[in-house]
Each structure stands twice: as structure tokens, then as C-alpha cells.
């Protein structure tokens, strides 16, 4: 998946985290005018914090997935810098809004930057077993904390290709921007296992963004936060807490849906939203609502995730979009005629352009629909040049919608490609979602900061 990284305030150091780099510029630094109240956890949480969004590529497969992601290879992620522990230690985390536990990479004897050293730092502490955090906190882990010989609280990440990481629950002091969090609780993974281990030790863990009790919006009592994804360099911005700005456009929120009945295939702890319908141009699918809607399992559920990069449907509503778009596209557009290319498991449908062609013609449209709120995909977003796949004289544009169905993938999934040039506001406090089209590379303008 593209790695976004997220440097903090002013702070550009070089991310040695990922093996394979691919830098974009900064569209904005944003370093003042926006008056933060930024203290310890012991204090009231920072009324807002603004983070520069940059991108990175990493390779294929070096990411580890929780368990409830897609079975697929991504090489973008959105990633914060921060420093943890006393001294502080820089590490970089993956931003997920559909994981819960924050955790780091541990190991006291290798001397990779981005591996964070906990017997470095004094204001450490692991998590005992017989603790509340440990016995009711972790309730919602898919795989039930346990404890380890020392009587430590351990955890066990397992993904869906079948690496996993292991590791204690710590508290440290985590320090973003200039914000103090002391005792915050997160994974100490001294042993991960992965088909490239090589990279993956170069990754220093993840921020989980969902609504658990564990994960970082939750331990810093945020009461929303935001963030708009540039879609032509990926820059743009995150802003935690709340501030009283107005948009060009008026955000349009739709509810997130909870059911407090433990489901086997519905994650209560997900960003879901309730999709309605999907239009091609202004063509409406002649899909039932109830596609949409969860079954008595779970399964069917609508997620908003910045964890993966590209969106996902279930097997009749992909079926659907992809006929229309491909019978609008018929004239403009030669298909790639290879039965065999799958794009990253589940994008079945590709085609061919000319390598000396300057650009793509002017292509539909796709509206996902949502009570009270739509978020139509601009036409430059609805393909996606393959990197290194060239056929012929051609390169090959798949189609940036997917088939969940080819990944053994119960829902919907909304990932952060279609998220660029949205206004996305995450209300925790009225349990929504706030969306509306935005330039997001002029978005700090709007702060009055100069790129």
C-alpha cells in the first residue's frame, strides 16, 4: 500500500522504517497560527493538533495485517512519527481506523532506528496480568490476552497470512507534537513472524484508530479527529480533537452503526456506515438495499478504513459496478483480455493504455450513497496505473473497486484512495461520520498556513 507518513508539527526527520521509498513533497509545513492546547494526560486533552500528511512506498507484503484485514498485498499506509519512552525514541506507527491495540516493534538486541528498545527507557512499565487493563480492557482482542511466565499480559496478533506478532502490554510516555501522554497502553511485540521478515523489521508497529477501549482516540479521550488526503501527491493533513473552522463545503453526516450484540463476522469496534446505494455517472444501481445491510452473522458490514488502500464490495454489488462501468467504458477504454491478471487478488477488471498516451480519457463517475451523506469518486480515482505491469506497448489501469468475495471477506470496506479530496471528521461524542468534497492541498489554507 502507498505509506502515508504524518510528520508532526515541524518535525520532518527521515523515516528509516521502510526499506523502499518512494518521497512526495510536503504541499504544506504547518508549523503556527492554529493555537493548540497540548498537555499531559494528567491535564484536559489537547483541544487540537494539526499533522502535515507526506506519502511513502513500501513494498509489497512488509506490512503485517490484523486479523479482521484484507487478504491482499498493499504498499501504502498512513503512518505518524512520534517519540516514545524516557529519552525519547523516534518511531513511526501506521495509522489504522480498523485496529485497536497500538503497538511497537521491542527488541533489545537488534540496532535497527525504528525497533523501540524498552530497557532504554526508564518510564516503562509492563502490564501485569492480574491488572483490569489486562483481565477486562482487552475484551475485544480476537484472540484473548494471556499470561506469560513473569505473570505479564500478553497479546497475539494473528493476520490473514498467517504471520502474527507476539509481545507483552506496556504503558510508556508518548509524545506527539508537543503533547505529553503518560501511561499509555499499548504492545511491546518482541517476536514477529511474517513471509518477509526482513522488512518487517524495519517497521516500527501500529496506532490503532478504531473504538476500542485500547486504542489511541480512545486512551486520549479524543472527541473527534479529521483528516483530508491530497489526490494528486498525497499530502494534505490529520487533525486530532475538535476546533471551531468552517469548510468551503458543509460537511454531511451520516450515523455509525453499532450493534452492542457480539456478532461472529461484525466488528464492533469498526468505523461502520450504512451503504445505501451506488451510482455510475448518475446511473443508480438496481441493487436491493438489503445487499447492504448485515445479516443476522455480521457479515455485510460497511467499514471506513485508512488501513487499506482501495474499496471493497461484496460479490453482488461489485458484480453490478463493474458491468456498468465497464458498459460506459466500452467506447473510451480497450480491456486487458488476460483471464489470469487479478490486480492484488480481487480487481478483476483492467484495461490497456498506451504507454505514449498522455493521459486517461474522461471516465465515469462512482457514487457510494449513505443516509444522509454521498461520496461521489472523481474519475481521475476510479483506475489505478499497476506499477511495472506493461503489456506490449501498454501499461494496465485496474479498476480501484474490488471483489470482497475473491478475498474470503465478509464486508464492505471503504479504504483511504477513496477518501482523497474528502473532508473526513470522525464525531466520536454524536457517533458519526462527517464527510464533503475538499481540495485537501490547499486544506491548510484554511488554517492560514503558508505551504
Known sequence: MDTMRVYILCNSFQN???????????????????????????????????????????????????????????NVSLTVSLTVGTPPQNVSMVMDTGSELSWLHCNTT????????????????????????????????????????????????????????????ASDIFNIGNSEIRGFIFGCMDSIFSSNSEEDSKNTGLMGMNRGSLSFVSQMAFPKFSYCISGNDFSGLLLLGDTNFSLISPLNYTPLIQISTPLPYFDREAYTVQLEGIKVSEKLLPIPKSVFEPDHTGAGQ???????????????????LRNEFLNQTTSVLRVLDDPNFVFQGAMDLCYRVPLAQPALPRLPTVSLLFPGAQMTISSESVLHRVPGQVVGNDSVYCFTFGNSDLLGVEAYVIGH?????????????????????????LASQRFGLRA
Request: hydrophobic share 30%.
Open 16 to 74: 528509516p522504517c521502510f526499506g523502499f521509498v518512494y518521497s512526495l513533497i510536503l504541499s504544506a509545513v504547518f508549523c503556527s497560527i492554529i493555537q493548540t492546547k497540548l498537555c499531559s494526560s494528567s491535564q484536559s486533552t489537547p483541544t487540537a493538533l494539526v499533522l502535515p500528511l507526506k506519502t511513502q512506498v513500501i513494498p509489497s507484503g512488509s506490512l503485517p495485517r490484523s486479523p479482521n484485514k484484507l487478504r491482499f498485498h498493499h
Open 110 to 169: 537488534q540496532n535497527y532506528s525504528t525497533i523501540f528498545d524498552p530497557n532504554r527507557s526508564s518510564s516503562y512499565s509492563p502490564v501485569p496480568c492480574s491488572s483490569s487493563t489486562c483481565t477486562t480492557r482487552t475484551r475485544d482482542f480476537p484472540i484473548p490476552a494471556s499470561c506469560d511466565s513473569n505473570k505479564l499480559c500478553h497479546a497475539t496478533l494473528s493476520y490473514a497470512d498467517s504471520s502474527s506478532s507476539e509481545g507483552n502490554l
Open 302 to 320: 460497511t467499514m471506513l478504513d485508512s488501513g487499506t488502500q482501495f474499496t471493497f464490495l461484496l460479490g453482488p454489488a461489485y458484480t453490478q
Open 417 to 441: 484512495h477513496h477518501q482523497q479530496n474528502f473532508w473526513m471528521e470522525f464525531d466520536l461524542h454524536n457517533s458519526r461520520v462527517g464527510l464533503a468534497q475538499a481540495q485537501c492541498n
